[in-house]
C-alpha cells in the first residue's frame, strides 16, 4: 500500500474517535433517502457529523482498501469550521480534517 494510503487511513482511524469522543457518533443511520442527497456534504438531509459518519469515511475507506485514485481536494475542514462555529467544540476534529485535507492535495 502506498504511503498516502496508510496516512488517510490512519487519519480517518483518527476522525473516527474524535467523532466518537465528542459524542457525535450515531448508533443508527440516517433514511436512505438521507443518504441519497445530491447536494454538496448532503447538507440538506445530514448534519456534518452524519456526512462524515456514513458517506465521508465510508467512501474514503473503499478507495483505499482498493487502492482506487484519492480526491486531490475535500475542503471539508471549512465546512466543519463553520458548523462548530455555532456548536463548538470542535478544534480536534477541524485539525484532523484539515490534516486530512493538506495530505489529499499532496497525494
Given at each position: 500500500?502506498?504511503?498516502?494510503?496508510?496516512?488517510?487511513?490512519?487519519?480517518?482511524?483518527?476522525?473516527?474517535?474524535e467523532?466518537?469522543?465528542?459524542?457525535l457518533?450515531?448508533?443508527?443511520?440516517?433514511?436512505?433517502?438521507?443518504?441519497?442527497s445530491?447536494?454538496?456534504?448532503?447538507?440538506?438531509?445530514?448534519t456534518l457529523?452524519?456526512?462524515?459518519?456514513f458517506?465521508?469515511?465510508?467512501?474514503m475507506?473503499q478507495?483505499?482498501?482498493?487502492?482506487?485514485?484519492?480526491?486531490?481536494?475535500?475542503?471539508?475542514a471549512?465546512?466543519?469550521?463553520?458548523?462548530?462555529?455555532?456548536?463548538?467544540?470542535?478544534e480536534?476534529?477541524?485539525?484532523?480534517?484539515?490534516?486530512?485535507?493538506?495530505r489529499?492535495?499532496?497525494g
Amino acid at each position: 500500500m502506498k504511503s498516502i494510503y496508510s496516512e488517510v487511513a490512519e487519519q480517518l482511524l483518527l476522525l473516527e474517535a474524535e467523532l466518537r469522543r465528542l459524542q457525535l457518533w450515531a448508533a443508527t443511520p440516517p433514511a436512505a433517502e438521507a443518504l441519497a442527497s445530491t447536494q454538496p456534504f448532503c447538507v440538506d438531509t445530514l448534519t456534518l457529523p452524519q456526512w462524515l459518519q456514513f458517506i465521508f469515511l465510508p467512501r474514503m475507506r473503499q478507495l483505499i482498501e482498493a487502492e482506487h485514485p484519492l480526491p486531490s481536494e475535500c475542503g471539508i475542514a471549512p465546512i466543519a469550521e463553520e458548523y462548530f462555529r455555532t456548536a463548538g467544540g470542535g478544534e480536534a476534529l477541524i485539525a484532523l480534517l484539515d490534516d486530512i485535507d493538506r495530505r489529499l492535495q499532496r497525494g
